[in-house]
């Protein structure tokens, strides 16, 4: 079936430093994959999507391409601040009717001054 | 863009207690509709799946009858956890897409979810 893997947390980053957090899939086919955003209390943010091979999702810095040959949807900023702070969640679907988002069990990033 | 709108966003209650908890699309139809519940710092878990006039899909292991699900319209689908107890205290997050003629990717769109605390 599909699947999301990410890695784990918490991350603690410093303010201004380079931020990856690694995400791969299993799927069936051509999913479209997705970052979403969780801020504490709060609900899920869609932040960023791409939805075919090579796409490369964009916002409020993040960026993530969408790698076909290692199924993989790695989300990246360039320099973080203290604001992005949350819970990342990787999430997959086929946008097939019934076929609900798939998430990853989302990392903890934590910013620091 | 599209907007879900969940109420309450926060409910405590004694155990025993049945909540009802609204999930509504504001701005579009909702053909499908998914809740998903999570726990303190782990991710989200499918609970159900439903489609407006029909029974919901449930996962497996969640439990239809202390769950109850109910998507009477194409805008509203509720969610009643029936005789809470404290097991039941969760996140509990609701999720919309909707429908357009041709176009099959349509996105799903989140509420803000609901805080359920069960004393």
């Known amino acids: 079936g599909n699947s999301v893997t990410q890695m784990e947390g918490p991350v603690t980053l410093s303010e201004e430093a380079f931020l990856t957090i690694n995400c791969t899939y299993t799927a069936t086919g051509y999913p479209s994959l997705f970052w979403y955003v969780q801020y504490p209390g709060e609900g899920l943010q869609l932040l960023l999507k791409?939805?075919?091979?090579?796409d490369k999702g964009s916002n409020k810095g993040f960026e993530a391409t969408y790698r076909k040959e290692t199924t993989s949807f790695h989300l990246e900023k360039g320099s973080v601040q203290v604001s992005d702070s949350a819970v990342y969640f990787c999430?997959?679907?086929?946008?097939?009717?019934?076929?609900?988002?798939?998430f990853g069990k989302g990392t903890r990033l934590s910013v620091i001054a | 863009g599209a907007v879900v709108s969940q109420h309450p966003s926060w409910v405590i209650c004694k155990s025993g207690t049945s909540v009802k908890i609204e999930c509504r699309s504001l701005?579009?139809?909702?053909?499908?509709m998914f809740w998903y519940r999570q726990f303190p710092k782990q991710s989200l878990m499918l609970m159900a799946t439903s489609n407006e006039g029909s029974k919901a899909t449930y996962e497996q292991g969640v439990e239809k009858d202390k769950f109850l699900i109910n998507h009477a319209s194409l805008t509203l689908s509720t969610l009643t956890v029936t005789s809470a107890h404290p097991e039941d205290s969760s996140f509990y997050i609701c999720s919309a897409r909707g429908f357009q003629q041709g176009r099959s990717n349509q996105p799903q769109h989140f509420g803000d979810g609901t805080r359920l605390s069960i004393l």
């Open positions: 999430a997959l679907t086929r946008y097939s009717g019934n076929t609900p988002l798939v």
């Open positions: 701005d579009f139809q909702a053909t499908t």
């Open positions: 791409a939805t075919k091979a090579d």
